[in-house]
């Protein structure tokens, strides 16, 4: 496999399923983020970091060294159990986040992704959801009290589709890399 070519930058990204913590390679450009697939399409993950580091250097990735974070996948399974409750605003994010990169380098079409079919809900519901992080906070003008997002039943179901989805994709997707 070769490395793929551009202005991107390659990342080790870490993240929490099924209580198993895994890492993969994701890389962003001036035009879209994505998690790296092989050339079937598939996501390789890795045990450690030492393993997809290895990994990356084998490709010849330009890697940016810098600490992962946790992208903790389990707690957007524990909120799709039920998804009628008030969903965390940081949880809601990250998965939405997480999936469309992760359909973006699959190739997958996916409820959260910009577009012309998917803009109607998409725009106000992440919108929410972004301005409710403490990330979001951060351009809202000094002094404005912390926004909590209240959610009606038609946006929950929404973004139930879009973490479920995004979920099924990823699932479909990802391996385990020896």
């Known amino acids: 496999m070769k490395a793929p070519k551009g202005d991107k930058q390659f990342y080790v990204s870490w993240y929490r399923l099924d209580g198993q913590d895994r890492y993969l390679l994701w890389w962003t450009s001036d035009q879209t983020d994505a998690v790296w697939v092989d050339a079937a399409g598939q996501i390789p993950t890795f045990e450690t970091i030492a393993q997809a580091q290895a990994f990356e250097q084998q490709l010849g990735m330009p890697v940016k060294d810098e600490k992962p974070i946790l992208q903790d996948l389990d707690l957007v399974k524990q909120w799709l159990r039920k998804p009628t409750s008030q969903i965390d ?5 990250m998965g939405w986040n997480f999936f469309t990169d992760a359909a973006e380098g699959t190739g997958r079409r996916f409820a959260g992704q910009r577009g012309k079919v998917r803009r109607a809900w998409r725009g106000g519901v992440y919108d929410k959801l972004f301005f409710g992080t403490s990330t979001g906070m951060l351009l809202a003008p000094a002094g404005t009290p912390r926004y909590v997002p209240q959610w009606n039943k038609d946006e929950l179901k929404f973004i139930a589709k879009v973490l479920t ?14």
């Open 89 to 93: 605003a940081e949880v809601g994010l």
């Open 165 to 178: 989805q995004g979920m099924k994709i990823f699932r479909r997707h990802v391996y385990l890399a020896t």
